[in-house]
């Protein structure tokens, strides 16, 4: 029945769009009507994503862990040794250092920048504006041979080596089904600052009571990316708050040992 | 039920599409390119010209510049590097500000270059940013052609000026000053002198923002001439926010003006710089005041600062000090005296257009050139130059039969060049090399020896450069007896013979042909040219300032193409208009540009294609943008010009300069105009803008190779554009774009071995070029983007095995995926450490594959093949053997894999009383995999696991066979990895843990 309901949704809509001008509030709507309710959305508390990609030959298996309360990991597996990036818990966020295979933290101004957008999950368009977050439609655009709203979503500012900066993302929404298929942003820091990054979202399929995307590419805006492909993902599952915990360092002395 | 929706929803789509494409006799291409991609591969190390340099009134970091024909660059670094910002919009730029009520978001961006040199482009009107050049809307102006100036009040976001200079080729009432009191949405305009008069410099009071300066400008360019100067020029001063202008000539010389600067300086907004052309030369030069224009007095009229003002007027005063003064220039020339005297700034590219200052410390210094952007940290004294800015502006491009191929092209005011399409690490600075001096255009490679053609302006010089023996010599025809005046264009035509390799002809107003390579020559026709002397007048060219450097010369042969089909059939096309064809080797011509309805007459032929499908085709391209006519013109005919058909639609922008006939689909043609890249796969019955990683360049010129099918660009501003392989626009016809999904046949790709060493430090901050893929690449087609669904992507061997799992594209119109025929990487047995040799993919063997693509239900399958790299040499034998070998030792490193495993698992489930076992277990584990240290330099004794991955990892990844020290090492870790095995087993037996269960070796590897 809801599938009949999304069928529905997506005809009429893509009819009216002829006529009518759509607001960027609309637009959400319609994309959390068409993606299982903006109820449905509500209810997600976590999320486990197990991954695979695909790097020049060599194949890396990854595991997502978002949470509602902006936990967050990354998982990759590299010869049987579990190896943590970008492990938040609310207020440290750390890695694993590849060399040494030990936690480290990340830098203050990124950690900041993480609590700052800590409350957009499971996605920044739901309660955004609770995030104080806005959006502005700034008009349809091609991209992908596909016609597309652009949405402008401002989060709060970040901080980037010391100066604040706006926080902007650019979505574009399939105007036939009101599914974001791209995001634009620009890179705020690093050598890289100034230029745009580009994810493509595609394969949209049933998760629980929601679609969520099952591939995305990442890359540079306009050029070839690197594709991450879902295949399975896990609505609410239990993670010990522990996984987050940054491990204290506790083997200083091994250390001296282990150098004489 | 979900499925159903997707599939209804697909097949509407498709029934749209298809009642489209039924309908008209067109193939609309426009939403077709998908994951075809350009890629740009430089050159920086020459960068290009730039028109306007712009700071950040507050944050000393960030710095903008607009170019002549590269569009809008910003800083975030302090100009260390820089990243474009504008690149779906007209590359060329004349004034580039910043709100100074809200610098971070809003920019300003008026197009058109405005130091109006012979191959200046156009502008198309003024653009604005909120966001920090993110976005951009249009404001108007469109027919401004060029923008001088934009000033915003800084105590008023919505007061803003805007300076037209205009139009360089003709009449124009655009031009003036402009003004809103509403952020834009209405312009009145404040001040107008004429239809030849622009404004070419304006300024704002600091403190008074009612005070304004405007230099008026009377000039005009035509192809063979240019003036500067007259009763109209003038500077103003309006105090009253642009209301009254009067002019301020206290002090000025008599006569008739030319282009003026004005300058304020910051700290004391009452003293003035002005730097004047003049009917006198000794008046010429720059004059100051120090009662904010009431009197002026002339200081310095030293070449450095009256020097070819049309390409130079500007003055630039330090933000803190009203006596140091940096006025554009051939080497550009700073005063520390009040503008009293000049010496040079530092060694740097010629030719300077701009000067900014860093807001803090004046010590620092950026100067814009026709080289790019150089920095100074000294206060000018020496400079150095901005390496990522890849600004190079082609006339003309060319390409080799080398692998990789070579592009060959020349640059305004940059020499020739030529530089490999592919390179270790990227295209860097390094891998290009000079073949020219002066201003660089056409530039040919011989096919057949390693001899290079280049050239300089007006064939002053041609040179044939030896490459192998590092031999130059001049080679231009010289006038002999009975010859009357040889005219060369600028940018004068050269060609090769696909039917002779010596053959070389070049065109002044006759066509020029040697057998020899350059040595003897002989005159094949009469004056090709209209022959017009009221054109040929160039010493009185430039007006108040005589300019003539050549690139006036009209009246010339531009452009010749001798038929692949047979060599006495040539075209040759003139500047004034002219389409000449010879079918006779040159012994009569027929001039059949009268046969083409609706070009006006007299414009620029600036190419002819001949065509490689039929004898009788050709394709022309006119420009008449020197005459103000801004259409462009392309027309074709199949008969030797007795008719021409127009070949251009309403879907073309900007003027054409050049068009490319594929070389198989004779419907498939590429079309170069000053706004970028356009194609047609119905032989001219509509076009469609490519726009994918490829900005709006002016593309001056085009070719496509031959064995690679790559279109390869040469930009007047973006350096080398190139799309690799086009082969699939091909293969799209209404038939195709009918279908579900469409696999674009594939010539066998070859796996290649060659490797090398990319250059690791010292470039950080240098653009490095692209280089193609050298994967595997399965192209499709899809009618509609895959958005919901699951869609997956294998390569299997023939009996459909997987071989290896890819991301797919879902993108509406063609996709391509690459593979690096790899297997997946073997799985490797657990260590406290990684084996880094375990981290490598095997390559599959030659032969046949399939691509398949799962969508929803459906299934698509395409066989392609690959290949050995011959460049290695190996027998049939030898692959086989290293292949063998390779999988051999995967095979192992994967039994090893499980052997770790199961050991593990035998250790946590082992009765921990017994402590022998444990310690023989552990005993053992130390000897087939690292327990100990860490992945960099408190690593520890490899053992068998990394002795085994290292040596399957160096077979793998070497190009060769194994060798016998290889296969010696091996049978000795084949040795140690037997004993292991049968010690293990020993100690499974001892370990009487039936009941464990354990996953299959299957199981474990699938996992």
């Known amino acids: 029945m809801k599938t009949l309901k999304l069928l529905f949704v997506a005809l009429i809509v893509s009819?009216?769009?002829?006529?009518?001008?759509?607001?960027?509030?609309?637009?959400?709507?319609?994309?959390?009507?068409?993606?299982?309710?903006?109820?449905?959305?509500?209810?997600?508390?976590?999320?486990?994503?197990?991954?695979?990609?695909?790097?020049?030959?060599?194949?890396?298996?990854?595991?997502?862990?978002?949470?509602?309360?902006?936990?967050?990991?990354?998982?990759?597996?590299?010869?049987?040794?579990?190896?943590?990036?970008?492990?938040?818990?609310?207020?440290?966020?750390?890695?694993?250092?590849?060399?040494?295979?030990?936690?480290?933290?990340?830098?203050?101004?990124?950690?900041?920048?993480?609590?700052?957008?800590?409350?957009?999950?499971?996605?920044?368009?739901?309660?955004?504006?609770?995030?104080?977050?806005?959006?502005?439609?700034?008009?349809?655009?091609?991209?992908?041979?596909?016609?597309?709203?652009?949405?402008?979503?401002?989060?709060?500012?970040?901080?980037?080596?010391?100066?604040?900066?706006?926080?902007?993302?650019?979505?574009?929404?399939?105007?036939?089904?009101?599914?974001?298929?791209?995001?634009?942003?620009?890179?705020?820091?690093?050598?890289?600052?100034?230029?745009?990054?580009?994810?493509?979202?595609?394969?949209?399929?049933?998760?629980?009571?929601?679609?969520?995307?099952?591939?995305?590419?990442?890359?540079?805006?306009?050029?070839?990316?690197?594709?991450?492909?879902?295949?399975?993902?896990?609505?609410?599952?239990?993670?010990?708050?522990?996984?987050?915990?940054?491990?204290?360092?506790?083997?200083?002395?091994?250390?001296?040992?282990?150098?004489? | 039920m979900k499925k159903l929706f997707f599939a209804?929803?697909?097949?509407?789509?498709?029934?749209?599409?298809?009642?489209?494409?039924?309908?008209?006799?067109?193939?609309?291409?426009?939403?077709?390119?998908?994951?075809?991609?350009?890629?740009?591969?430089?050159?920086?190390?020459?960068?290009?010209?730039?028109?306007?340099?712009?700071?950040?009134?507050?944050?000393?970091?960030?710095?903008?510049?607009?170019?002549?024909?590269?569009?809008?660059?910003?800083?975030?670094?302090?100009?260390?590097?820089?990243?474009?910002?504008?690149?779906?919009?007209?590359?060329?730029?004349?004034?580039?500000?910043?709100?100074?009520?809200?610098?971070?978001?809003?920019?300003?961006?008026?197009?058109?270059?405005?130091?109006?040199?012979?191959?200046?482009?156009?502008?198309?009107?003024?653009?604005?940013?909120?966001?920090?050049?993110?976005?951009?809307?249009?404001?108007?102006?469109?027919?401004?052609?060029?923008?001088?100036?934009?000033?915003?009040?800084?105590?008023?976001?919505?007061?803003?000026?805007?300076?037209?200079?205009?139009?360089?080729?003709?009449?124009?009432?655009?031009?003036?000053?402009?003004?809103?009191?509403?952020?834009?949405?209405?312009?009145?305009?404040?001040?107008?002198?004429?239809?030849?008069?622009?404004?070419?410099?304006?300024?704002?009071?600091?403190?008074?923002?009612?005070?304004?300066?405007?230099?008026?400008?009377?000039?005009?360019?035509?192809?063979?001439?240019?003036?500067?100067?007259?009763?109209?020029?003038?500077?103003?001063?309006?105090?009253?926010a642009g209301k009254t202008w009067n002019k301020i000539h206290n002090g000025f010389p008599e006569g008739q003006l030319g282009r003026l600067a004005i300058a304020i300086a910051p700290s004391n907004p009452n003293i003035l710089y002005t730097v004047i052309e003049a009917e006198e030369d000794l008046r010429k030069g720059l004059y100051r005041s120090d009662d904010a224009g009431e009197n002026w007095n002339q200081l310095n009229n030293d070449f450095g600062i009256t020097v070819r003002p049309f390409y130079f007027s500007r003055i630039v005063v330090d933000p803190k000090n009203p006596d140091v003064v940096i006025k554009a220039g051939l080497n550009g020339s700073i005063s520390r005296d009040g503008g009293k005297t000049f010496k040079s700034l530092g060694r740097m590219h010629s030719d300077i257009h701009d000067i900014a200052f860093d807001i803090n410390n004046s010590d620092i210094i950026y100067a814009g050139t026709d080289g790019g952007i150089y920095r100074s940290w000294n206060g000018g004294t020496t400079m150095e130059i901005v390496e990522n800015l890849p600004l190079s502006q082609f006339y003309h491009v060319s390409v080799d039969n080398a692998e990789p191929y070579n592009v060959y092209g020349g640059l305004q005011d940059n020499g020739s060049w030529y530089g490999p399409s592919s390179s270790g690490g990227g295209i860097e600075a390094r891998d290009w090399n000079s073949v020219g001096a002066g201003d660089g255009f056409r530039v040919l490679r011989h096919p057949k020896k390693n001899i290079i053609y280049s050239e300089m302006q007006g064939a002053d010089n041609v040179w044939r450069y030896d490459v192998d023996n590092k031999l130059v010599k001049t080679i231009q025809p010289l006038p002999v007896k009975g010859n009357p005046k040889l005219r060369f264009n600028w940018n004068a035509p050269m060609a090769i013979s696909t039917?002779?390799?010596?053959?070389?002809?070049?065109?002044?107003?006759?066509?020029?042909?040697?057998?020899?390579?350059?040595?003897?020559?002989?005159?094949?026709?009469?004056?090709?040219?209209?022959?017009?002397?009221?054109?040929?007048?160039?010493?009185?060219?430039?007006?108040?300032?005589?300019?003539?450097?050549?690139?006036?010369?009209?009246?010339?042969?531009?452009?010749?193409?001798?038929?692949?089909?047979?060599?006495?059939?040539?075209?040759?096309?003139?500047?004034?208009?002219?389409?000449?064809?010879?079918?006779?080797?040159?012994?009569?011509?027929?001039?059949?540009?009268?046969?083409?309805?609706?070009?006006?007459?007299n414009t620029w032929v600036y190419h002819i294609e001949a065509s490689v499908h039929d004898k009788a085709t050709a394709y022309a391209v006119f420009e008449g943008h020197t005459h103000g006519d801004m259409k462009p013109y392309a027309f074709k005919t199949s008969d030797f010009g007795k008719t021409w058909t127009n070949i251009i639609t309403d879907d073309v922008k900007g003027f054409a300069r050049n068009l490319q006939e594929d070389y198989v689909n004779p419907n498939l043609l590429f079309l170069g105009t000053e706004f970028g890249l356009f194609i047609t796969l119905d032989g001219g019955n509509s076009w469609a803008?490519?726009?994918?990683?490829?900005?709006?360049?002016?593309?001056?010129?085009?070719?496509?190779?031959?064995?690679?099918?790559?279109?390869?660009?040469?930009?007047?501003?973006?350096?080398?554009?190139?799309?690799?392989?086009?082969s699939p626009l091909r293969e799209i016809t209404p038939e195709v774009l009918k279908e579900k999904l469409h696999f674009f046949t594939s010539k066998p790709t070859v796996m290649k071995d060659q490797g090398g060493f990319g250059s690791n430090f010292g470039t950080e901050t240098q653009f490095v070029g692209q280089n193609p893929s050298t994967a595997a690449q399965i192209k499709y087609l899809l009618p509609k983007r895959h958005t919901f669904g699951k869609m997956t992507f294998e390569i299997q061997d023939m009996n459909g095995k997987v071989i290896s799992t890819l991301g797919a594209g879902k993108s509406k119109g063609i996709n391509i995926v690459n593979w690096f025929y790899s297997i997946r990487q073997p799985k490797t047995a657990k260590g406290k450490t990684f084996s880094f040799g375990g981290f490598t993919s095997p390559r599959v063997k030659a032969g046949q594959y399939k691509a398949v693509i799962t969508k929803g239900k459906e299934t698509f399958e395409h066989v392609f093949e690959v290949v050995y790299d011959k460049h290695s040499g190996l027998s049939a034998e030898e692959r086989e053997l290293k292949f063998n070998t390779t999988m051999k030792m995967y095979d192992m490193t994967e039994e090893l894999a499980y052997i770790v495993y199961e050991l593990d698992a035998i250790l946590d489930a082992v009765n921990k009383d017994n402590k022998k076992l444990i310690s023989s277990l552990n005993s053992?584990?130390?000897?087939?995999?690292?327990?100990?240290?860490?992945?960099?330099?408190?690593?520890?004794?490899?053992?068998?696991?990394?002795?085994?991955?290292?040596?399957?990892?160096?077979?793998?990844?070497?190009?060769?066979?194994?060798?016998?020290?290889?296969?010696?090492?091996l049978s000795i870790i084949e040795e140690r990895f037997e004993t292991a095995k049968k010690d293990f087993a020993k100690l499974k037996k001892k370990a009487k843990l039936d009941d464990l269960v354990l996953k299959s070796f299957d199981e474990f590897i699938k996992e």
């Open chain 2, 499 to 601: 039917h002779q390799p010596d053959r070389f002809y070049m065109g002044s107003q006759f066509l020029h042909k040697s057998e020899d390579m350059g040595d003897t020559w002989t005159i094949i026709s009469p004056d090709l040219t209209t022959n017009n002397k009221s054109k040929q007048e160039q010493e009185s060219s430039g007006g108040l300032s005589v300019d003539n450097s050549g690139a006036e010369n009209h009246t010339t042969i531009f452009t010749i193409a001798e038929s692949t089909f047979d060599e006495n059939i040539i075209w040759v096309g003139t500047d004034d208009g002219n389409v000449q064809l010879t079918t006779d080797g040159g012994q009569t011509w027929t001039n059949t540009s009268a046969n083409i309805a609706g070009l006006p007459k």
């Open chain 2, 689 to 726: 803008k490519f726009t994918n990683n490829m900005p709006a360049v002016a593309v001056h010129h085009i070719e496509m190779h031959a064995g690679t099918n790559d279109l390869v660009m040469g930009t007047h501003g973006r350096g080398i554009i190139i799309i690799d392989d086009i």
């Open chain 2, 924 to 969: 053992l584990k130390e000897t087939l995999v690292i327990t100990t240290g860490d992945n960099y330099v408190g690593s520890a004794e490899p053992q068998l696991r990394e002795k085994m991955a290292d040596l399957y990892a160096k077979i793998a990844g070497s190009y060769d066979k194994p060798t016998s020290n290889e296969l010696g090492n």
């Open chain 1, 15 to 260: 009819f009216s769009t002829q006529i009518n001008a759509q607001t960027a509030d609309e637009i959400i709507a319609n994309y959390f009507e068409n993606t299982g309710g903006v109820e449905a959305w509500q209810k997600i508390e976590g999320m486990k994503m197990s991954a695979k990609v695909n790097q020049g030959g060599m194949e890396i298996p990854l595991e997502i862990i978002q949470l509602k309360n902006g936990k967050q990991m990354t998982v990759i597996n590299f010869q049987g040794k579990e190896i943590k990036q970008g492990v938040f818990n609310g207020e440290v966020l750390w890695s694993t250092n590849f060399m040494t295979q030990k936690a480290e933290k990340g830098d203050q101004e990124t950690t900041d920048n993480m609590k700052r957008q800590m409350h957009e999950f499971p996605d920044p368009f739901l309660n955004y504006k609770d995030n104080g977050y806005t959006v502005e439609l700034l008009g349809k655009e091609e991209i992908d041979g596909t016609e597309t709203f652009k949405l402008k979503l401002s989060k709060v500012p970040m901080i980037v080596d010391g100066i604040e900066e706006e926080n902007v993302s650019y979505y574009f929404f399939d105007t036939e089904n009101f599914v974001p298929i791209v995001v634009q942003s620009e890179i705020k820091a690093g050598p890289m600052k100034g230029q745009s990054s580009e994810s493509k979202m595609s394969d949209y399929q049933e998760v629980g009571d929601v679609y969520m995307p099952f591939s995305m590419t990442q890359g540079l805006k306009g050029q070839p990316g690197q594709t991450i492909a879902i295949d399975k993902i896990e609505l609410n599952p239990q993670i010990d708050d522990k996984e987050f915990e940054f491990p204290e360092e506790e083997a200083v002395e091994t250390t001296i040992e282990e150098i004489k």
């Open chain 2, 8 to 240: 209804i929803v697909l097949s509407i789509g498709i029934l749209s599409f298809n009642s489209t494409a039924q309908t008209a006799e067109t193939i609309d291409a426009s939403r077709l390119f998908g994951s075809l991609t350009a890629r740009h591969i430089g050159p920086a190390l020459m960068s290009g010209r730039i028109n306007d340099m712009e700071v950040h009134p507050s944050n000393p970091r960030i710095i903008y510049t607009g170019t002549a024909g590269g569009g809008v660059w910003k800083s975030n670094d302090a100009g260390t590097t820089f990243n474009p910002i504008f690149d779906d919009y007209c590359q060329s730029i004349g004034a580039v500000t910043l709100d100074p009520n809200d610098p971070d978001n809003v920019i300003y961006v008026g197009t058109g270059e405005t130091w109006p040199r012979n191959s200046v482009s156009i502008g198309d009107g003024l653009y604005k940013s909120v966001d920090g050049g993110s976005n951009w809307i249009k404001m108007g102006f469109e027919n401004s052609e060029r923008i001088a100036n934009i000033i915003v009040n800084p105590s008023n976001s919505d007061e803003i000026y805007v300076a037209v200079l205009g139009a360089l080729w003709s009449d124009s009432e655009d031009r003036g000053v402009y003004k809103t009191t509403d952020g834009g949405t209405t312009w009145e305009k404040v001040l107008y002198i004429n239809q030849k008069t622009g404004c070419a410099d304006m300024a704002m009071d600091p403190s008074n923002p009612n005070v304004l300066y405007a230099s008026m400008w009377e000039f005009r360019r035509t192809a063979w001439s240019f003036e500067s100067g007259g009763d109209f020029s003038a500077l103003y001063k309006s105090i009253d």
